[in-house]
């Protein structure tokens, strides 16, 4: 069954994908000319978020799994992180045991969606993508518009704007590159993330409007909530916003002591507040670690990924900043943060000698997003410029219309197709492995349960129903990481008389084994159970001899 409870184990996958991209454009034509009659932005804004949800909806038709769910590590440990809050556990904690929250803002959200039920937090799991993606264009559309008298920011550039972002920002090769399809790797596979991109637009509204020391406060509460949300977001809008002070100091002097003023109050407020959450990472991430996967990519020729592999896109986001910093201070904070994505992007260069080219992925997301709102602006602009001079109709449907039949090759659902352009569809498709199915549905309601032995068999219950694990395949490691691995090794190999008295410190009474494991461990499935210490609870198996064992610890008899 797939998440909408269809079966769709006979689907002919590549045929279906393939009559969703030749359906998409006849739709979509069809929908821009219903739009000229009737001549509402609100109609093209829709037809974006349609758009967004047509490519939700393709991808995840086919799969009997949530998308990504054991062919990526980091949907594994979002979930098994968010699943924790859900089950009862302390908002800061996540599965593993003593480990704190990077984002706990979508922890506490989700668990609150979910009614702290871990098996519907992982159902809903599935739609946040497609809330996350069109929450995105409908916040940019409210973000933007103006302040009556204003001029500019029209609905229909507006909703162009939409369209241009979250259709516009990945392009037909990205799957090849480094960084993959940033639409994919953003709202299918991270929606977390995504939450920052809806609050972003809100940020910049709150900034570009400050006119008193109220609005300044409000704008660094904003921006402090995004850091909640996701704190790399929050540092490259910071970024941003120094930018756009740079850049009203050198060419618009008479503001610049406003920019200044609203730029220090907003970050100085977010960095007072948000301090807390800051020391929290760094005591439980290893964020200056080093080492030679935090460089750029051999195979990555760095900046021509924001200029030659966008093309055109890049060429339009040139103009549309320039039309933006001439337009009003809302547009100069947009073209800003464009300037200081491409600075924060080039600052990789020396990071790279150092070793601390960290988050590139979100990093160049943020860029595409940034590089889009200023496309859009700069094909509005053009059409404008275009459609006078050929003397037709300049009404502004019409020129939304014009823009849109101009994008549309060129738009995310007419050339996306997940089971060539995705790392994470092929190893969705399949419903989740029975053996941690079964186990997991052991656990359910156990959240008293600390599971200690095999980190990846481990991580799978965290993800399914919220149990806290010793130690989880790929958290960051502990500072006891090795005491904790010797434990559960020592334990498995009976070299421990009481297991439960040894595992007290960390509160472990379960142990969970597969073939994997136990032979790292030198011993055999039969071997565990024969300690006295280990209760067999369940041994789920599969037809190609893979399963996974399931124990209780019990008090040795005396």
Known sequence: MNLFGADVRGLDVAAFLSSARLLFPLLALVWIAAGLKVRRAGWFLAGAVLANAYVWWETSWPLQRLYALGPSSDRLNNLAMTQAVAAGGPLLRTAQVGHLQFEPFWAALTAVLSGFDPARHLRLYAWYPLLTACGFALSLYAATRPRAGEPGWSAGERATIAGFVTLLSSAPMDWAGPYRVPWAMTFLLKPNHALGLLLAPWVVRAVAHAQRDRDRLMAGLL????????????????????????????????????????????????????????LLLFKGYHVFQSGARLQIPPGSPHLLEATTRTAA??????????????????????????????????????????????????????????????????????????????????????????????????????????????????????PIPSRYTQVAARLAGDHHAVLAGDPYAARWMAALDGTRVLLAADFPAPRDWRARLEYASAAVCGQVADPLAAGAPWGVTHFIVTPAYLAECGVSLEQVQGLGPFRALEVARESDGNFVALFMLVPPRS
């Not at 120094?242 to 002591?257: D, G």
Request: proline share 3%.
């Open 313 to 430: 896109l890049a060429v339009l986001a040139a103009g549309g900043a320039v039309v933006l910093f001439r337009r009003d201070r809302l547009g100069r904070v947009w073209c800003g943060l464009a300037v200081g994505a491409l600075v924060l992007w080039l600052a990789y260069y020396p990071l790279h000698f150092l070793q601390q080219a960290k988050e590139r992925d979100d990093v160049y997301y943020w860029l595409r997003v940034n590089l889009a709102l200023c496309a859009a602006v700069g094909a509005w602009d053009l059409a404008g410029r275009l459609l006078a001079r050929w003397r037709m109709a300049t009404e502004e449907t019409w020129r939304t219309a014009a823009v849109a039949v101009a994008a549309l090759p060129f738009a995310l659902p007419v050339w996306w197709d997940p089971s060539r352009m995705d790392l994470y569809f092929a190893g969705s498709l399949d």
């Open 223 to 278: 921006l402090h909530l995004l850091g909640w949300a996701f704190v790399i977001h929050m540092g490259a809008l910071c970024v941003g916003l120094v930018a756009f002070a740079v850049l009203v100091s050198l060419w618009r002097r008479a503001e610049a002591a406003r920019a200044w003023r609203d730029v220090l109050v907003a970050i100085g407020v977010n960095v007072l507040v948000v301090s807390p959450y800051l």
